[in-house]
């Protein structure tokens, strides 16, 4: 029996409201608890982050 492994896929998206360093670890912790994440990266400086 073959199994498949799911390919990656990237989200790479815009958020509002991440003014400071430490709210962007808060929602990089979060995210990172959720199945199938990776790796996610938060920039507060331009409000983006890209999971994996």
């Not at 073959?2 to 400071?20: A, C, D, E």
């Amino acid at each position: 029996m073959m199994t498949q492994t799911p390919s990656l896929k990237t989200l790479q998206t815009k958020i509002g409201g991440i003014n400071w360093d430490n709210c962007a670890k808060t929602v990089e912790a979060g995210v990172q608890k959720l199945l199938g994440i990776t790796d996610i990266n938060v920039v507060f400086t331009t409000e983006t982050f890209g999971i994996n």
